[in-house]
């Protein structure tokens, strides 16, 4: 079977300025996972060897916010200018989920509308958690409505759950998906996903737990949380999301996930450098193998549902 040529949304950058930033702090990207090597020009020959046309680049946890709101400022300018860069001079081959650093929420804003505006990004990329504070925290509601006024497209990457990790596992294995899940069901009890319908929030990892719990989730919320709510209303906010195939293309992961997502909503992605090129192999060999897909659907998970959120990257 051949596939068309890919658009990774889940596709990791590693500006030398934020790097820099964690290694004067003595941090990793996430506990018990070190920094890999990132080139542009390696970023190509993966691209290449993995049959990707465009990788929608994105800073990776812990993101821009390492510890006071004026370095997170100046810190997601400069990756921010470094990918817009890295774009201009590949439109072709790299995308930009511009870094914002909240829980700062008047610098978040501000970063949104510059990078989107001014420096024409694909979208912005949010941690699943700002320093503890969830996605759908009411004071983020600013920011809400400036993604939502400009029909942006939003990216959430997991990160730390502010709790102890379980000793002797990293916290990409299991706690990371745990954190996609708890932010996604966050932002749909307090109904940033209901009022803000022009925004598409892509979920990483096939959307952690939530294919799985998601009829759990709609029918506790309607009968016993918040029972003046439909659990046909929770579905449908629950259906929003997209969910990218990082990780997750599995032969466990991916039935539950096309069973759940609304048609066009599952897009490719690799997760590299932090995952390596083994396990984008791993898992790709899972997709291009997967025997239930409609006629269609394996194309338009590989290209044709990111073409449709990313115009400028479709085929001419």
């Given at each position: 079977?051949?596939?068309?040529?890919?658009?990774?949304?889940?596709?990791?950058?590693?500006?030398?300025?934020?790097?820099?930033?964690?290694?004067?702090?003595?941090?990793?990207?996430?506990?018990?996972?070190?920094?890999?090597?990132?080139?542009?020009?390696?970023?190509?020959?993966?691209?290449?060897?993995?049959?990707?046309?465009?990788?929608?680049?994105?800073?990776?946890?812990?993101?821009?916010?390492?510890?006071?709101?004026?370095?997170?400022?100046?810190?997601?300018?400069?990756?921010?200018?470094?990918?817009?860069?890295?774009?201009?001079?590949?439109p072709?081959?790299?995308?930009?989920?511009?870094?914002?650093?909240?829980?700062?929420?008047?610098?978040?804003?501000?970063?949104?509308?510059y990078?989107?505006?001014?420096?024409?990004?694909?979208?912005?990329?949010?941690?699943?958690?700002a320093?503890?504070?969830?996605?759908?925290?009411?004071?983020?509601?600013?920011?809400?409505?400036?993604?939502?006024?400009?029909?942006a497209?939003?990216?959430?990457?997991?990160?730390?759950?502010?709790?102890?990790?379980?000793?002797?596992?990293?916290?990409?294995?299991?706690?990371?998906?745990?954190?996609?899940?708890?932010?996604?069901?966050?932002l749909?009890?307090?109904?940033?996903?209901?009022?803000?319908?022009?925004?598409?929030?892509?979920?990483?990892?096939?959307?952690?737990?939530?294919?799985?719990?998601?009829?759990?989730?709609?029918?506790?919320?309607?009968?016993v949380?918040?029972?003046?709510?439909?659990?046909?209303?929770?579905?449908?906010?629950?259906?929003?999301?997209?969910?990218?195939?990082?990780?997750?293309?599995?032969?466990?992961?991916?039935?539950?996930?096309?069973?759940?997502?609304?048609?066009?909503?599952?897009?490719?992605?690799?997760?590299?450098?932090?995952?390596?090129?083994?396990?984008?192999?791993?898992?790709?060999r899972?997709?291009?193998?997967?025997?239930?897909?409609?006629?269609?659907?394996?194309?338009a998970?590989?290209?044709?549902?990111?073409?449709?959120?990313?115009?400028?990257?479709?085929?001419?």
């Amino acid at each position: 079977m051949s596939f068309p040529a890919r658009i990774d949304v889940h596709q990791h950058i590693v500006p030398p300025a934020w790097a820099q930033a964690l290694d004067a702090r003595g941090m990793d990207p996430a506990p018990g996972w070190a920094m890999p090597a990132w080139s542009p020009s390696s970023a190509l020959a993966m691209m290449d060897q993995q049959g990707i046309a465009t990788g929608v680049l994105s800073v990776t946890t812990p993101g821009v916010h390492l510890d006071t709101d004026r370095d997170a400022g100046i810190l997601a300018r400069a990756v921010n200018e470094y990918g817009a860069e890295l774009v201009k001079d590949r439109p072709d081959r790299f995308g930009q989920f511009a870094s914002i650093p909240l829980p700062d929420i008047d610098g978040a804003v501000t970063e949104a509308v510059y990078a989107l505006d001014t420096l024409g990004a694909d979208g912005v990329v949010l941690m699943s958690n700002a320093h503890g504070r969830y996605l759908g925290d009411p004071d983020f509601a600013p920011l809400w409505a400036e993604l939502d006024r400009r029909h942006a497209n939003v990216f959430i990457h997991p990160t730390q759950p502010p709790m102890p990790m379980l000793p002797g596992t990293p916290a990409p294995l299991a706690d990371y998906v745990f954190d996609s899940t708890r932010t996604a069901l966050n932002l749909v009890l307090n109904g940033v996903m209901d009022r803000h319908r022009n925004v598409r929030v892509i979920l990483p990892h096939g959307g952690g737990f939530l294919p799985y719990v998601a009829y759990r989730f709609s029918g506790l919320i309607s009968t016993v949380v918040h029972p003046d709510r439909s659990a046909e209303g929770i579905l449908r906010d629950l259906k929003r999301f997209y969910f990218d195939t990082a990780l997750s293309a599995s032969p466990s992961a991916l039935p539950a996930l096309l069973a759940f997502a609304e048609p066009g909503h599952v897009l490719y992605g690799s997760d590299w450098p932090f995952a390596p090129q083994e396990a984008g192999t791993y898992y790709n060999r899972f997709l291009e193998t997967y025997p239930d897909f409609a006629p269609g659907q394996a194309d338009a998970i590989d290209r044709a549902n990111a073409e449709a959120l990313f115009p400028r990257l479709a085929t001419r």
